[in-house]
């Protein structure tokens, strides 16, 4: 595959007809043994009953052209909120123009706004006893805000970390963190979803459950004990409170968790499997037909946690209940249910009505469509076999991951292997399912620039879907955009789904990694100007109250900048001191930013418009130092300094 890349590559503007080779499916077909390739021809056959693809790079005519165009000083329709893969972070984008708005830092550090150098983002992260972050690093993949009865309301947006276990949340009125939580004996946590409305309070309509699923399974408890023992591993899928940010619960479960996914009634929470068969190594993953879909019956798993039935691993407090196959047979009192599904499965999404969960099979050619009022069914023990909840399986093209939704009774799903998007009928694939042979399951397909894995449309995943936009995450952008050395960034493809055809409107380039995203209309994000100084009790309300306060060898240095000049044009503290500076932002003017830099002291951080922020550091070099305004803002920008003197 890097060869042919290599050899695909062109530098000289001219797109290269014969991109689309460089991952060749031959090569995946070997990869994914005999299944795939009963797949792959099985897709051939459907292929050629179906509409032919778009033509490649098909530029958007140029009449249509300004129909997507935001114009100079007009606005967007759209936040795109995305995960930064393992940057770590959570970006925004406006659509459909596609503009960069900004980046927040989450299990980062990023020295624009000191996020991992501030005390109050330390104590979000959380440190070690010498005061160090515990973690640097982080891998985002799936970001999804509070939901109130079924639509975004603005509140939070939660985010995981693949890497240390982590849920972030994001307040929407500031888009900064402010709470992180480690799952205790998790690893590899990857899907993540909050409730859609409280399943068990009918009377509280919005989330108050966010559901945390971990793809890798390990020891329980992970202590050095039973390494050998690979088929006692097990997962864990954790319900975290959206409020405290506690985990609330968790339930051990046999396979694995990939993907997450809530009903619109609260009842259900879902993840797809695709190491059923419990392997430590991919051939041993890919060894049986069918994975599954698992269903959590959220009512009854808070039951079972109130009435005592469950167990705690290690040290963690978190109590854990039961969800295993064996253990859950009997669909009465079931906890779990498990859904065969082929094969490999990624992705697990609901349609906007409610009614259905997609998910894909990744190394069988087909999305099988599961009914949530089936699997409700199946818990009150009318349904015998849980694959009877399974309505249709459309053959849809090769390597399926994710699947939006219009508004129409259309789902559009990402083909990694065939680098297209797919359009299908939902009802018109669970008639086929039924052995009506008249209907048209895939409505059309169209290329997209390559290889993609995530793909999701306008509100999608609300019941406001509009049915407007699908964007197409693509993991290769190639030949796309300028060269940029080895490392390329990824497209994130605009796609029109208003009318029968999909149409490509535009390409928009993003930094590496997005793994998912989300389409939010406008009006639902109601964002703050400037901050509330009341709101920070370390707060200098008055320049007055500038100085330095020294308690032994601890030295508070109390500091406020309004453009152009701190409280304080110098400072004197001690060798070997432990200096806290805190700095207060009295400008009352948005978008009146400040920054604090300490030279050869590592310091570095912004504070915004009536905001307070904290750092702590050992003055351990005598000298003078020019502490500086990092951010522009006065046309004396370069004159507001402090002079921090260190004494011998
Ligand atoms: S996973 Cu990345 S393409 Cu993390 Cu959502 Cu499917
Ligand atoms: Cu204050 Cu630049
Ligand atoms: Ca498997």
Known sequence: MSQDRIKDQKHDGQPDVSRRKFLNTAAFAGLAGASMTVGLSACKQEEKAAPAAAPASAPA??????????????????????????????????????????????????????????NESKAIIGTKPDGSLKYQ?????????????????????????KINSRLARVRLDTMECDKITELPNVQGFHGTFPDKRDPVDASINHTTRVFCGAEFSIPLPNNGHNIEKTAEYRSLFSCVDSETMQVRWQVLIDGNCDLVATSYDGKLAATNQYNTEMGVHYPEMMSVERDACLFFNVARIEEAVKAGKVTYIGDSKVPVVDGRKAANADPKTALTCYVPIPKNPHGVNISPDGKYYA???????????????????????????????????????????HTGFDNKGNAYTTL???????????????????????????????????????????????????????????????????????????????????????KLVADHSVLSEPHDSIVVRRDIIKTRQVYNMDEFPNAVKDPKDSGVFRDGKKVTVK?????????????????????????TNHDKVEDLTHGFAIPKHDINFIVNPQETKSVTFKADKPGIYWCYCTHFCHALHLEMRSRMIVEL
């Open 61 to 118: 005519a140029a009449s249509e052209a300004g129909k997507y165009e935001v114009a100079p000083g007009q606005l967007d329709t759209y936040y795109s909120f995305s995960s930064g893969g393992h940057s770590g972070n959570v970006r925004i984008y406006g659509l459909p123009s596609g503009r960069e708005l900004k980046c927040i830092p989450v299990f980062n550090t990023d020295c624009l706004v000191g996020w991992g150098i501030t």
């Open 359 to 401: 998910c894909s099979g990744k190394l069988s050619p087909t999305a099988t469509v599961i009914e949530h009022e089936l699997v409700l069914k199946w818990f009150e023990g009318e349904i015998k076999e849980p694959r009877d909840t399974v309505v249709a399986e459309p053959e849809i093209g090769l390597g399926p991951l």
């Open 559 to 583: 500091l406020t900048g309004q453009a152009p000049a701190y409280s304080m044009p110098e400072f004197t503290v001690k060798k070997g001191d432990e200096v806290t500076i805190i700095l």
């Open 416 to 502: 990694f292997l065939d680098s297209q998007i797919v359009k299908w009928n939902v009802e018109a694939a669970i008639k086929a399912y039924k052995g009506d042979k008249n209907v048209t399951v895939v409505l059309d397909r169209i290329d997209v620039h390559y290889q993609p894995g995530h793909g999701f449309t306008s509100m999608g995943e609300t019941k406001e879907a509009d049915g407007k936009f699908f964007i197409s995450d693509n993991k290769f952008s190639k030949d796309r955009f300028l060269p940029v050395g080895p490392l390329h960034p990824e497209t994130a493809q605009m796609i029109d789904i208003s009318g029968d055809k999909m």
């Open 137 to 161: 690093t982080g891998d985002t993949h799936h970001v999804h805000p509070s939901y109130t009865d079924g639509t975004y309301d603005g509140k939070y947006l939660f985010v995981n970390d």
